[in-house]
Structures are given as structure tokens and as C-alpha cells.
């Protein structure tokens, strides 16, 4: 990989991760934050890298490509893993079973014979599930410890479709913890909360949940020497902190701004980022996404956006006034369907003790800017 001179390299977290897995206390990490904050980009350039380095073996599985069939990407992964240095007889004996599609020798187990395993039977799922088992142990005999990596990992929160390879996996975990360790990553707090946060979740308590770090000043700074090195002008650092701010800390929008400005040759701060606000927006459709919410849940979503309580009194009266309607009329059923229809939407996600999120931050900073602060 040519090293992209753009890459903040967050070398101290991924050290610290690497360390507590290895202390060993904590066998998996799940790293939570939004979509656009860095989180793949830290695995494959900065953890990756590092654990490589402390001799791990590194499987990397991302789940966010493959929402359709994520348990074959999955396993998929582990498998070639497992095969790594030289198949182990009793594994090549089970690629023969009759049954099973997966050709014996150097194509076993390309994604495309992966896919075809047919879905739902309980039979195939239960010879998935022993398939894991085998290879799980084949990777805790080898020397080297292996980190299995698996990013948006709430592809796999449908109970019903990937109970079993949930509790597989974790068991397999559980079991192996000395020589396989995991890192999870997720961005969608609905599905997380089904993993993680409840305590009948699977990977409730067995997982370490960590906010993903955002990123500070530090990344400005850095961004700031790249863009001097690329053009040998100047930013002014306390315009570009501000910037990032007013990006609401999204990496990828900030160095989207960055780049626009290389292209462009300008140093011009506040040209670029109404630009590049503007184009986010348009991509994201913010406006038609606003319009396609009723009053309430728009009147609800504000409260939201601001900071507050959407059952408390000062709220129902706030919502009232924007629906110049009366307060009686704001009943906690009334937020209460509201809330349930914009997290059944994806519009929102609860964090627990009624308190709710904008899953797409960018969206809560055009709902901020464009509803709260017209
Ligand atoms: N450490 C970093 N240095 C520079 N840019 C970054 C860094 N992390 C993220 N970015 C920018 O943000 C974008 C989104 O990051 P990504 O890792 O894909 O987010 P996530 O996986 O959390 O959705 C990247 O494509 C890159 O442009
Ligand atoms: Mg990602």
C-alpha cells in the first residue's frame, strides 16, 4: 500500500487497543461511532498494520458491502484464514461432504461458492455453524494469535437470520479468547443495541464497548501540514479548527473541503465549506428527506436535534407552539408513536432512559441549522 500522505495516523489507539486485548482481561473490543467518522479507515491503516506488527494473524471482514449475505462474507473470511498455511485434513474432509458446495482444493471457498450455499435450511445453517467451530479451532492451534476484525458488525443484529451465528461466533470466542481476539465495529445504534446493549444481547458483557474516539485538533493539524506540503500555502489554523467544527467533526466531509481547496487552489475557508456543506446536503437530500416527515414527528425530531427532552413539559409546550396546536393535544402517546415511527424509519435510535440520537449526524446539522436556526 503506497502511503497516503493525507492519513492521520492514530498510532496511540491503536497501541492502546492492541494492549488491552493483549493484558487479556478483555477479549473483544467494539468501537461505536457514526458512519463517516473514521472508523474503517483506523482499522485498515492504523490497527491492521499494528497488530500485524505485534504478530497477529489479522482477518478483516467488512460487513457494510455485503448487507445482503453478510454470514458468507463472514465465514468466508475465517475460512481462508484458517486455510492460511496448509489445509488441515479433517477441514478438507468436510469440504467434500456431499451437500456442500464448496469445491475441494485451491478454490475451495472463493466468495462466489460461498453464495451459493443455500439459505434458511437448518440443516446448511448447523454445518455453517460446525464449519466455524472447525475453523476456529484451526486458527487457535496456529502459532501466531489471530485478530479477527469484523467493521459494521450490525449487518448481523436480525435475530432471526443470525442468532445462530452470533452465538457461534461468540462461543467460539469464548472458548479460543487466549488465541483469537476481535475487534467489532458499528454505526447503526438500533442494530448495536440489539447486540450489545441489552443484557439478553449475545455480546452483551462479553464485549468491551468503547465510543470511538473523535478526532481533535491534532487531525486538523495534521491535515493543515499535508495540505502545505501538496500546495505551499497556508491555512489559517484557527479558521480550518472551526471548520471541522462546523462539519460537526465528520473526517470525510473535512477532507473533502481539503480537497476542493487543493483542486481549486485557493485558500478561501469560508468559500469552501459553504461548498462543501452544500454539496452534502444535495447528496443527501436533506430537504426532500425533511419534507417527508408528518409535523409531529418534524416538531419532535427539532427537540431532538436541540438537545432536549422530548417527554419533558418544556418540550410538549416547544412542539405545541410549532404545531399551533394546543398542549393537551401533545400527549406522551403522541411523542411516543412519533418515536417509534422515526426509529422504525432509521431516522433516529434510542440510547436507553428515553434519550434519542440522529443516527446521520450530518443530517441533525442541516435539521440544526436549516429548521432550528430559521
Ligand atoms: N485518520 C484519518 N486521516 C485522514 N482522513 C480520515 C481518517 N479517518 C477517516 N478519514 C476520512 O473520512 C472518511 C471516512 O472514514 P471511514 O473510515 O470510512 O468512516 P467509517 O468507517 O466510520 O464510516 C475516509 O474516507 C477519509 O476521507
Ligand atoms: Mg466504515
Redesign the pocket.
Known amino acids: 500500500m503506497t502511503r497516503d500522505p493525507?492519513?492521520?495516523p492514530?498510532t496511540d489507539l491503536a497501541d492502546q487497543y492492541l494492549k488491552t486485548l493483549e493484558i487479556g482481561l478483555i477479549k473483544s473490543l467494539a468501537l461505536f461511532?457514526q458512519?463517516?467518522?473514521?472508523?474503517?479507515?483506523?482499522l485498515r491503516k492504523d490497527l491492521i498494520p499494528a497488530a500485524e506488527q505485534a504478530g497477529y494473524i489479522t482477518i478483516y471482514v467488512s460487513l457494510w458491502e455485503s448487507r445482503e449475505d453478510p454470514e458468507a462474507v463472514l465465514l468466508d473470511a475465517i475460512q481462508k484464514a484458517a486455510e492460511g498455511e496448509g489445509i488441515i485434513p479433517d477441514i478438507r474432509r468436510r469440504f467434500g461432504r456431499p451437500g456442500s458446495k464448496i469445491g475441494v482444493g485451491a478454490n475451495a471457498g472463493t466468495v462466489g461458492a460461498q453464495a451459493s450455499w443455500e439459505q434458511g435450511t437448518s440443516e446448511t445453517s448447523s454445518n455453517r455453524m460446525l464449519d466455524l467451530r472447525q475453523w476456529m479451532n484451526t486458527l487457535a492451534r496456529k502459532k501466531k494469535p489471530t485478530l479477527l476484525l469484523v467493521d459494521e458488525i450490525q449487518s448481523l443484529a436480525d435475530e432471526k437470520r443470525y442468532g445462530a451465528l452470533v452465538a457461534a461466533l461468540r462461543s467460539a470466542l469464548d472458548k479460543h479468547g487466549d488465541q483469537i481476539k476481535a475487534v467489532f465495529t458499528g454505526?447503526s445504534s438500533e442494530g448495536l443495541q440489539r447486540m450489545f446493549q441489552k443484557e439478553k444481547a449475545p455480546l452483551f458483557q462479553f464485549s468491551h464497548q468503547i465510543p470511538f474516539p473523535q478526532m481533535g485538533p491534532e487531525f486538523v493539524r495534521h491535515m493543515l501540514r499535508a495540505f502545505t506540503n501538496a500546495t505551499q500555502r497556508q491555512l489559517n489554523e484557527a479558521e480550518t479548527w472551526q471548520a471541522f467544527i462546523d462539519l460537526a467533526l465528520v473526517?470525510?466531509h473535512f477532507?473533502l473541503m481539503m480537497a476542493n481547496m487543493v483542486q481549486l487552489g485557493s485558500t478561501d475557508i469560508t468559500t469552501a465549506l459553504r461548498e462543501v456543506k452544500a454539496a452534502i446536503q444535495e447528496s443527501a437530500e436533506y430537504p426532500s428527506r425533511w419534507a417527508e416527515l408528518t409535523p409531529i414527528d418534524q416538531a419532535v425530531l427539532s427537540m431532538i436535534v436541540g438537545g432536549q427532552k422530548p417527554y419533558a413539559q418544556e418540550s410538549r409546550e416547544l412542539i405545541a407552539e410549532r404545531m399551533e396546536i394546543a398542549v393537551k393535544g401533545v400527549t406522551s402517546g403522541v411523542i411516543q408513536r412519533s418515536i417509534t415511527r422515526m426509529c422504525a424509519k432509521g431516522v433516529i435510535a434510542t440510547t436507553g432512559h428515553r434519550e434519542y440520537l440522529v443516527e446521520d449526524r450530518a443530517f441533525a446539522a442541516w435539521v440544526e441549522q436549516a429548521v432550528l436556526h430559521n
Not at 458512519?35 to 483506523?42: A, P, Q, V
Open positions: 493525507w492519513h492521520y492514530r461511532a458512519r463517516r467518522m473514521g472508523k474503517t479507515e483506523f454505526s473526517p470525510e477532507r
